[in-house]
Structure formats: C-alpha cells, structure tokens
C-alpha cells in the first residue's frame, strides 16, 4: 500500500501481506503512513569533511542558493531572470540527481547583493528566514 509523498506502508513491504475479504463484504483499513522525504532517503547526511575547506564560491559542487527580494535562484540551475518560490525550490532541489550533492546533504546559500535600498533588506531576511526553515525540514545543512 502506497501513496505518492508517504513511505510504503509497513505491513506491505515485500512479498506483501494478503487480505482475504469475502464477495460483497467491506473491510475498512486504518494503515498509518510515514511523509516520505526523497532527499533523505536518497542522499547522504552532509559530509563536513568534503566541504569544510572550500573558501571560494566557484569551488563548491552542492546547490548554491541566493536569497533575492522577489524569490530564490540555485546557481547553474535555474534561470536567474525568473525567481523561484519557496515551494518550487524544494521541488527544484528535490529533482537534482544525486551527483548534485557530492557533499550530502548540504547547500551554500548567500544574499542577492542587488536591492533596491533600505526597504527590501526585510523582505531579504524574511526570505532567508523561510529557506532555512523550510530547507531543515528537508535534512538540509544551510550555511551562508
């Protein structure tokens, strides 16, 4: 028994397990499936060891992340002219194979350096704010 976004369910893994039901009868099943995450089952908790020494941004081979006004850009990865929401991130991030991830499961994320003035700066740390939240829940490692 599945369900796209859950893990199988644990009584079906396998061979299965049969359930006989008599013609014309009804069985309700009460089967409690756990939220899949297909970040974490498919890639490795980050490795500190692969990415501790990296001091230049064009050395780093994880997803790279800038947190602009209007939205979120992955560099190399999507276009920088159309912002991506929050929601289209994870599913952006959550598509890449796993040889994006050399390092596990962390990204490097950074501010745009491009704002309008003073007023966007809120906008900025609201967005940074969410991309953390919303990328921990993943089992992503954010480091800015």
Same mark, same amino acid.
Not at 26 to 37: C, F, G, I, V
Not at 50 to 56: A, F, P, S, T, V
Not at 77 to 99: F, H, K, Q, W, Y
């Given at each position: ?7 199988? +369910?644990?009584?079906?893994?396998? %061979?299965?397990?049969h359930i006989r039901i008599a013609p014309g009868k ?23 060891n692969k990415y501790l020494g990296i001091r230049d941004?064009?050395? +780093? ?26 929601? !289209? ?10 040889? !994006? +991830? ?5 990204? %490097? ?36």
């Amino acid at each position: 028994m599945t369900s796209q976004g859950f893990r199988e +369910w644990e009584e079906s893994f396998g %061979a299965g397990k049969h359930i006989r039901i008599a013609p014309g009868k009804r069985l309700t099943l009460d089967a409690q499936l756990d939220p899949s995450n297909p970040l974490t089952e498919r890639i490795p908790a980050a490795d500190e060891n692969k990415y501790l020494g990296i001091r230049d941004a064009k050395d +780093w081979r994880n997803p790279y992340q800038i947190v602009r006004v209007d939205g979120f850009e992955i560099v190399g990865v999507t276009d920088p002219g159309s912002p991506l929401t929050i929601d !289209a991130l994870v599913a952006t991030l959550e598509g890449l194979p796993d040889s !994006a +991830w050399p390092y596990g499961r962390v990204i %490097a994320a950074q501010e745009s350096s491009i704002v309008g003035g003073q007023s966007d700066q809120p906008r900025i740390n609201a967005s940074r704010d969410l991309l953390v939240q919303r990328l921990s829940q993943l089992g992503l490692i954010v480091n800015f």
